[in-house]
T-cell receptor, first 113, second 114 residues
Framework: DVKVTQSSRYLVKRTGEKVFLECVQD?????MFWYRQDPGLGLRLIYF???????EKGDIPEGYSVSREKKERFSLILESASTNQTSMYLC????????????FGPGTRLTVL | AQKITQTQPGMFVQEKEAVTLDCTYD???????LFWYKQPSSGEMIFLIY??????QNATEGRYSLNFQKARKSANLVISASQLGDSAMYFC???????????FGTGTRLKVLA
């Protein structure tokens, strides 16, 4: 089974702090994604990566950056957290074989005070 | 641009009955995939079922089946013999074959009643 893990289930930070969310997958997938989920808005793509050190902006990249130094690990960085970044953050991984299914981690509920 | 529409914000079903969750999509692509995910209150998105645009048969996975009507651009999820553990949010998504991006619907919250 595909296993995607995220560093924290719940996180509380203060405005202006630098925040790191980490995601690790164990299936050697090429692609990894960061989404945020807000009520009534569904999932929105922040960034994705298709290879080590490669990244592309998604639909809402403002205020975020990412890092992928190793194939299995994809980090989301909030350089200076703001209250409007309070949300559920979901990481996913995907390989281009078969159905292209994305597999998700358990999510991180981030609250910025 | 692709689009997914889930028109049912919430639904109730009696335990052991079947329920259909609606999903319509819009795309100009010929090759695409349709996905359903379940999200319990714990937050994790659990992959349920996949339908490829060229698949002639409706996909099935255990108690889940996908009623795929290509001409109508609909991909409804059918859950048979509902269980209390099926209570969750359900999301429909579309993805281009060979590309990275999924488009998700806004979800349907299903409540199974004992």
């Amino acid at each position: 089974d595909v296993k995607v893990t995220q560093s924290s289930r719940y996180l509380v930070k203060r405005t202006g702090e630098k925040v790191f969310l980490e995601c690790v997958q164990d299936m050697d997938h090429e692609n990894m994604f960061w989404y945020r989920q807000d009520p009534g808005l569904g999932l929105r793509l922040i960034y994705f990566s298709y290879d080590v050190k490669m990244k592309e902006k998604g639909d809402i990249p403002e205020g975020y950056s990412v890092s992928r130094e190793k194939k299995e690990r994809f980090s989301l960085i909030l350089e200076s957290a703001s209250t409007n970044q309070t949300s559920m953050y979901l990481c996913a991984s995907q390989t281009f074989t078969g159905t292209d299914t994305q597999y998700f981690g358990p999510g991180t509920r981030l609250t910025v005070l | 641009a692709q689009k997914i529409t889930q028109t049912q914000p919430g639904m109730f079903v009696q335990e052991k009955e079947a329920v259909t969750l609606d999903c319509t999509y819009d795309t100009s692509d010929q090759s695409y995939g349709l996905f359903w995910y379940k999200q319990p209150s714990s937050g994790e998105m659990i992959f349920l079922i996949y339908q490829g645009s060229y698949d002639e048969q409706n996909a099935t996975e255990g108690r889940y089946s996908l009623n795929f009507q290509k001409a109508r651009k609909s991909a409804n999820l059918v859950i048979s013999a509902s269980q209390l553990g099926d209570s969750a949010m359900y999301f429909c998504a579309i993805g281009d074959s060979g590309t990275y991006k999924y488009i998700f619907g806004t979800g349907t919250r299903l409540k199974v009643l004992a």
